[in-house]
């Protein structure tokens, strides 16, 4: 993943080195007030009855796909889980067919790693701002990854804010240490050596066991820290 030299070259690789080890870890509702309280009773029946007859069984349908894309996924044949074959469906038709359910967003969120994987950044990005779900890993990965892919093409902008949605998404000491030493590496790209001080900081500070906290002074110190 080479990327043009310029004065920033050596935070963008630390950057795309750090994107590896993300493959290591390996994604309501209305308040009406009483005056319309009949109107409510039938849209929550209506939706109940959405969720019970339509949503649940597609998921259910949906997961049931998803085994024999996983397998192909697992044992690398990523065209295959992407595409499938004759005879079973891979990740994108589930994606795009049960976008609705889970069975759908964790099928977009492989879509988004696979196209990573294969360097396809746009597709990346398509699938992987499909996924929402709320599993603390998943969730905050499939952002982080959008981070990564923007990161590729340059966009150090919105990288930031992709990796800042990743840490908000989920604070816990396996993930956030990664996107948090992320974002500080594209807050130094960017000039902002104050952000990425503060960053550097809260790994050191909240997260002391990371990988990333290792060498954090060195970091810490090239930014006047």
């Not at 976008?99 to 977009?108: C, F, I, P, R, Y």
């Not at 807050?187 to 809260?202: F, I, T, V």
Request: glycine share 8%; with cysteine; aromatic share 12%.
């Amino acid at each position: 993943m080479a990327k043009k030299k310029k004065s920033g070259e050596e935070t963008i690789v630390d950057v795309q080195k750090a994107y590896s080890k993300t493959e290591q870890y390996v994604e309501d509702n209305s308040k009406i007030i009483m005056i319309i309280g009949a109107i409510l009773l039938l849209l929550f029946g209506g939706y109940f009855a959405f969720t019970r007859l339509y949503l649940f069984p597609k998921n259910e349908e949906g997961m049931e796909m998803l085994w024999k894309a996983e397998y192909w996924f697992e044992i690398d044949s990523l065209n295959k889980a992407l595409i499938g074959d004759e005879s079973y469906y891979g990740f994108e038709y589930i994606a795009d067919e049960y976008g609705s359910t889970q069975a759908g967003e964790l099928a977009a969120y492989y879509c988004g790693v696979i196209y990573m994987e294969m360097g396809e950044y746009d597709r990346a990005l398509h699938y992987l701002d499909k996924v929402s779900l709320s599993d603390q890993m998943v969730g905050a990965i499939s952002r982080g990854l959008m981070g990564d892919a923007y990161v590729e093409q340059g966009q150090m902008s919105q990288a930031l804010r992709a990796y800042q949605r990743a840490i908000d998404h989920s604070d816990n000491p396996l993930t956030a240490p990664i996107y948090l030493k992320k974002a500080a590496l594209v807050h130094e790209d960017l000039g902002n050596a104050d952000e990425a001080l503060k960053m550097y900081r809260r790994i050191k500070d909240k997260f002391p066991s990371s990988e990333e906290a290792k060498n954090i002074d060195s970091y810490i110190a090239r930014v006047g820290g």
